[in-house]
C-alpha cells in the first residue's frame, strides 16, 4: 500500500520561544515506512524531547504532529549528528540515571520514520493534539518545600540577547542550622532558563543542579548536608537570549530531613590549578588528581569547565591498581552544563586516586584561563567497600 502524507503542511509552524523555521515544505510525500508519529515517535519524544521541546518551553514544540512534521529533516540531522538531545557523556563510560541520550534503537526508529516520509498514522487522528500526554511546566517533584525563596526578582532577559551567566545571593532565613535532602529551582520563565546552579555562598560548596532534563537534586537516602542557620546561596543561572523580554525571577525549594541523616555528606571537589592556555592553542591538557583519604561513596559529578573546554575525563584509579571510568564528556557542550547522577552510587577505598584530564581550545586572540573543577556528591560508605580479589 502506499499513500500521502504532510499534504498541506507549509513549514509555518512557527517555533515557542525562538524563531526557528524550518527549511523545508513538505508535499506529497511517499510514505515508506510503518512507524508513525502518534505511536512509537510520540513515545520517544515525550521520554527524550519533551523536557526541552513543548509549548512556554526553551525550545519549539514537538507534541503534536502539525508541530514535529516540518522538523523531520532536522531532526534526522540533528539525531545523526547527536546534538539533539544536548548529552555529551559518552555511552558506556559511566551510567547515569539523568542519561538523557537516544538509544540506538531509539535512533534508528526516529530515522526510519523521517526517512520513511514522516506519517502521522493514526488515520482520522487529530493532528494538532499530543497524542501523548505531556508534563506541565512548573510545580515541585518532590510536594511543596519546606523553605521557598525568590531568587532575582528584578531581572530582566532582554530580547535577543547573547547567552550569559548571573550569580545570585540568597538569604536561606534559617533560625538554626538543617539538613538538607533535596533541592529544585523553577525558572519564572522556562524559555530563557539553560542550567542553574546551587552553592553554599560563604564555602562554595555545590549543593544542586537544575537543568532541563532533570528537575530536582536529591540526595541518596540517609544523607544530609548541614546548611548553617542565618546561610546564604550562591545560585548561578544561565541564560539563553529569547524573543522578547522575559523575567529572570525564579524560585529555588528546600527541602529537609527531620532528623540528623546517617551519613553527612563531605564536600569533595577534584580542583586543578589554574592554567594558562595560550592564544591559538589547541589540545591542551589539564590534569590533576585528588586521593581519597577515607572510604568515598560518589552519587553525582558537576564538572565546571569554563570557556575553551573540549573534553573531560575523570578515573578512579583504585589502590589496587583496577581503574573505572567514571566520565567521559567527549564534545562538550558549554551552553548545556548538566550535572551527572550515577545510576548506583561508586563507593572506593581509601587511597582511591581521582583522576581528572581535561582538554582545552583557544581559538581567541588572548590566552585564557583554565581552571577544570569536578564538584562530587560524597559520603562515606554504609557498609566497608567490597574488596576485589587481587
Ligand atoms: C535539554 C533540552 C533539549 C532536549 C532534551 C532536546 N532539545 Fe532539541 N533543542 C533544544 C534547544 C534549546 C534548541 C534550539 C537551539 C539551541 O539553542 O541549541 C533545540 C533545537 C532543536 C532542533 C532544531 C535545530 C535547528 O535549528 O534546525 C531540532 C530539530 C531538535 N532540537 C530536535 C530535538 C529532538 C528530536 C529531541 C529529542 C530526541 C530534542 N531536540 C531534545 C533543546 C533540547
Given at each position: 500500500?502506499?499513500?500521502?502524507?504532510?499534504?498541506?503542511?507549509?513549514?509555518?509552524?512557527?517555533?515557542?520561544?525562538?524563531?526557528?523555521?524550518?527549511?523545508?515544505?513538505?508535499?506529497?510525500?511517499?510514505?515508506?515506512?510503518?512507524?508513525?508519529?502518534?505511536?512509537?515517535?510520540?513515545?520517544?519524544?515525550?521520554?527524550?524531547?519533551?523536557?526541552?521541546?513543548?509549548?512556554?518551553?526553551?525550545?519549539?514544540?514537538?507534541?503534536?504532529?502539525?508541530?514535529?512534521?516540518?522538523?523531520?529533516?532536522?531532526?534526522?540531522?540533528?539525531?545523526?549528528?547527536?546534538?539533539?538531545?544536548?548529552?555529551?557523556?559518552?555511552?558506556?563510560?559511566?551510567?547515569?540515571?539523568?542519561?538523557?541520550?537516544?538509544?540506538?534503537?531509539?535512533?534508528?526508529?526516529?530515522?526510519?520514520?523521517?526517512?520513511?516520509?514522516?506519517?502521522?498514522?493514526?488515520?482520522?487522528?487529530?493532528?494538532?493534539?499530543?497524542?501523548?500526554?505531556?508534563?506541565?511546566?512548573?510545580?515541585w517533584d518532590q510536594g511543596t518545600p519546606d523553605v521557598l525563596l525568590?531568587?532575582?526578582?528584578?531581572?530582566?532577559?532582554?530580547?535577543?540577547?547573547?547567552?550569559?551567566?548571573?550569580?545570585?545571593?540568597v538569604?536561606t532565613g534559617l533560625a538554626q542550622a538543617k539538613w538538607l535532602r533535596a533541592l529544585q529551582?523553577n525558572?519564572?520563565?522556562?524559555?530563557?532558563?539553560?542550567?542553574?546552579?546551587i552553592?553554599?555562598?560563604?564555602?562554595?560548596?555545590?549543593l544542586g543542579?537544575?537543568?532541563?532534563?532533570?528537575?530536582n537534586t536529591s540526595l541518596?537516602?540517609?544523607?544530609g548536608i548541614q546548611l548553617?542557620a542565618?546561610g546564604?546561596l550562591?545560585?548561578?543561572?544561565?541564560?539563553?537570549?529569547?524573543?522578547?523580554?522575559?523575567?529572570?525571577?525564579?524560585e529555588l525549594g528546600l527541602y529537609f530531613s527531620e532528623k540528623?541523616p546517617?551519613?553527612?555528606?563531605?564536600?569533595?571537589?577534584?580542583?586543578?590549578?589554574?592554567?594558562?592556555?595560550?592564544?591559538?592553542?589547541?589540545?591542551?591538557?589539564?590534569?590533576?588528581?585528588?586521593?581519597?583519604?577515607?572510604?568515598?561513596?560518589?552519587?553525582?559529578?558537576?564538572?565546571?569547565?569554563?570557556?575553551?573546554?573540549?573534553?573531560?575525563?575523570?578515573?578512579?584509579?583504585?589502590?589496587?591498581?583496577?581503574?573505572?571510568?567514571?566520565?567521559?564528556?567527549?564534545?562538550?557542550?558549554?551552553?548545556?552544563?548538566?550535572?551527572?547522577?550515577?545510576?548506583?552510587?561508586?563507593?572506593?577505598?581509601?587511597?582511591?586516586?581521582?583522576?581528572?584530564?581535561?582538554?582545552?581550545?583557544?581559538?581567541?586572540?588572548?590566552?585564557?584561563?583554565?581552571?577544570?573543577?569536578?564538584?562530587?556528591?560524597?559520603?562515606?560508605?554504609?557498609?566497608?567497600?567490597?574488596?576485589?580479589?587481587?
Amino acid at each position: 500500500m502506499r499513500w500521502f502524507a504532510g499534504v498541506g503542511v507549509a513549514g509555518l509552524a512557527v517555533a515557542g520561544a525562538v524563531l526557528l523555521r524550518p527549511a523545508t515544505v513538505y508535499t506529497h510525500t511517499p510514505i515508506t515506512t510503518s512507524i508513525v508519529f502518534q505511536k512509537e515517535i510520540a513515545q520517544i519524544f515525550q521520554r527524550k524531547c519533551f523536557q526541552c521541546h513543548t509549548e512556554g518551553n526553551i525550545s519549539m514544540s514537538l507534541t503534536t504532529y502539525k508541530d514535529a512534521r516540518p522538523w523531520a529533516v532536522a531532526i534526522k540531522e540533528e539525531i545523526l549528528e547527536r546534538r539533539m538531545p544536548p548529552w555529551s557523556a559518552v555511552n558506556g563510560y559511566g551510567h547515569f540515571a539523568n542519561d538523557m541520550s537516544l538509544t540506538a534503537r531509539e535512533v534508528s526508529i526516529i530515522l526510519a520514520w523521517a526517512d520513511g516520509g514522516a506519517p502521522s498514522g493514526v488515520l482520522l487522528a487529530d493532528e494538532s493534539k499530543p497524542p501523548v500526554f505531556v508534563p506541565p511546566l512548573g510545580g515541585w517533584d518532590q510536594g511543596t518545600p519546606d523553605v521557598l525563596l525568590t531568587v532575582a526578582s528584578d531581572q530582566k532577559v532582554e530580547a535577543a540577547s547573547p547567552d550569559r551567566t548571573a550569580r545570585f545571593e540568597v538569604a536561606t532565613g534559617l533560625a538554626q542550622a538543617k539538613w538538607l535532602r533535596a533541592l529544585q529551582l523553577n525558572p519564572g520563565d522556562r524559555r530563557a532558563v539553560r542550567y542553574a546552579a546551587i552553592y553554599d555562598a560563604a564555602s562554595g560548596r555545590w549543593l544542586g543542579t537544575w537543568t532541563p532534563g532533570h528537575l530536582n537534586t536529591s540526595l541518596p537516602d540517609g544523607v544530609g548536608i548541614q546548611l548553617p542557620a542565618k546561610g546564604k546561596l550562591a545560585v548561578e543561572i544561565g541564560y539563553r537570549g529569547t524573543d522578547e523580554a522575559v523575567s529572570g525571577e525564579a524560585e529555588l525549594g528546600l527541602y529537609f530531613s527531620e532528623k540528623r541523616p546517617a551519613q553527612v555528606a563531605m564536600p569533595l571537589e577534584i580542583a586543578a590549578a589554574p592554567a594558562i592556555v595560550p592564544a591559538g592553542r589547541t589540545r591542551e591538557r589539564v590534569r590533576t588528581e585528588t586521593v581519597l583519604k577515607a572510604p568515598t561513596t560518589a552519587s553525582a559529578l558537576w564538572p565546571r569547565l569554563g570557556a575553551g573546554a573540549k573534553s573531560i575525563e575523570v578515573t578512579a584509579i583504585r589502590p589496587n591498581g583496577v581503574v573505572e571510568p567514571l566520565l567521559w564528556l567527549k564534545n562538550y557542550r558549554p551552553d548545556w552544563p548538566s550535572s551527572y547522577v550515577f545510576r548506583e552510587p561508586i563507593t572506593l577505598p581509601a587511597g582511591t586516586r581521582l583522576v581528572m584530564t581535561a582538554y582545552y581550545d583557544n581559538a581567541t586572540g588572548t590566552a585564557l584561563q583554565a581552571r577544570p573543577a569536578v564538584s562530587v556528591t560524597a559520603f562515606p560508605p554504609s557498609r566497608p567497600p567490597a574488596t576485589l580479589a587481587p
